[in-house]
C-alpha cells in the first residue's frame, strides 16, 4: 500500500535485503532460480501451442519483471524517511533460520528442478493429455458442422 513509505530498508536490513532480492529474481524468472524453469517451460509450452500467444505471453513476463524490479528499487534502495522504520532492524536468527532454506531451495531448484519436475511430471502429462482430448474432440466437431453445412 505504502511502497514508497519502504525506500532504504537496505541501510537498515542487509540480509532482508539480499533473501528479498532472490525471491525477486525468482518472480522475474531469472535463469538460476525456481521461476525460471516455471516460467520457461510454461513459455515453450506456449510458443509450440501458438506464437501469438506466447508473444503475448511473453510480454507479460516482461511487465511483470519490470514491476518486481521497481518494487524492489523503492522498497530496498532510497532515503529511508518513514520514522517508524529508522529503528527496524535486520532479520533475527529465528527468521534467518526461516528464510535461509527458502533462499537455498529458490536456487537449488533453479539449478537443479529434475525432483520438482519428477514429482510433477505424471499430474502435467495427464492434464496435457485431457487438453490434447478435448482439442481433438473440439476439431472433429467442427469438421462435422463444416461438412452438415455444404
Not at 34 to 41: A, C, K, Q, R
Not at 79 to 85: I, T, V
Amino acid at each position: 500500500r505504502e511502497i514508497a513509505a519502504y525506500g532504504g530498508l537496505v541501510n537498515r536490513m542487509p540480509l532482508y535485503a539480499a533473501a528479498f532480492m532472490v525471491f525477486t529474481m525468482a518472480n522475474v524468472g531469472l535463469p538460476g532460480t525456481s521461476g525460471f524453469v516455471g516460467e520457461f517451460l510454461t513459455l515453450l509450452a506456449a510458443f509450440e501451442a501458438n506464437t501469438w500467444v506466447a508473444f503475448f505471453a511473453t510480454f507479460g513476463v516482461i511487465l511483470s519483471a519490470g514491476y518486481a524490479l521497481w518494487l524492489y528499487r523503492r522498497v530496498i534502495f532510497g532515503e529511508l524517511d518513514k520514522d517508524s522504520l529508522k529503528a527496524i532492524l535486520d532479520v533475527d536468527r529465528r527468521e534467518i533460520a526461516i528464510l535461509a532454506p527458502l533462499v537455498l531451495l529458490t536456487i537449488l531448484f533453479g539449478v537443479y528442478p529434475g525432483p520438482i519436475l519428477d514429482v510433477t511430471a505424471v499430474s502435467v502429462e495427464h492434464l496435457a493429455q485431457g487438453y490434447q482430448d478435448a482439442l481433438a474432440a473440439a476439431q472433429a466437431a467442427v469438421q462435422t458442422a463444416a461438412v452438415a453445412a455444404q
